[in-house]
Structure formats: structure tokens, C-alpha cells
């Protein structure tokens, strides 16, 4: 559930697959602009996308209004990734080299 910091911008939860029980506050309209892309962007199965790959293929999903020419893309795609993770939304495919994700079924 959002909540509004004192600077009046909605924050969002998030938490971090690598740290689990831990959870952390984040600009709302970014990582939900940032999450949208990122569904897109990803194949519902495997093989799933690389990081790198991840990188590029957001880019063309995301708003120029919250993300000027991709700026802090790389920061805020790593942020929704290993939140979505926690949650069970995307998934890592650990027998992969490099890894992979993909969205979960």
C-alpha cells in the first residue's frame, strides 16, 4: 500500500530476495513505471532474459516523463527485479549461465 513521505511523493514497499524479511521504502511512481516495464519486457517462460538483456529491453517501456533519456533505469530495474522475486512474481533460473529470469506462470 503506498504511503506519502514528508515531501508529499508516494512511497511504495518493497522487499529483496537476497534479504529476506527486510523491507525498504521507494519512490511509487518509479517503481511502478519501472514494474510495468519490466512485465513486459520479460517471456513468461524460460530461457528468460539476461540482466543485460533485461537493460535494453525495458528501456523502450518506459515513461520519458519518469525516466528521461533512461536515466537511474539500471538502479530502479534492479530494485522492482529483486522485489518482484521476493514475491514469487518473476523468477531466477539458477541452472543458467549467465542467469536468466522470466515471469512466473
Not at 500500500?1 to 518493497?14: D, F, L, Q
Not at 519486457?41 to 528521461?68: I, Y
Not at 533512461?70 to 522485489?83: F, H, I, Y
Amino acid at each position: 500500500m503506498p504511503s506519502k513521505s514528508k515531501a508529499g511523493s508516494a512511497r511504495i514497499v518493497v522487499e529483496n530476495v537476497v534479504s529476506p524479511g527486510h523491507t525498504y521504502t521507494v519512490d511509487a511512481t518509479k517503481y511502478n513505471a519501472m514494474k510495468l516495464a519490466l512485465l513486459k519486457a520479460l517471456p513468461r517462460k524460460a530461457p528468460g532474459l539476461t540482466g543485460s538483456e533485461m537493460s535494453k529491453a525495458v528501456l523502450a517501456h518506459l515513461p520519458e516523463a519518469v525516466f528521461p533519456g533512461g536515466q537511474k533505469a539500471g538502479w530502479w530495474l534492479k530494485c522492482v527485479q529483486l522485489d518482484l522475486e521476493a514475491k514469487g512474481v518473476i523468477e531466477r533460473e539458477l541452472s543458467a549461465k549467465p542467469l536468466r529470469w522470466h515471469r512466473t506462470k
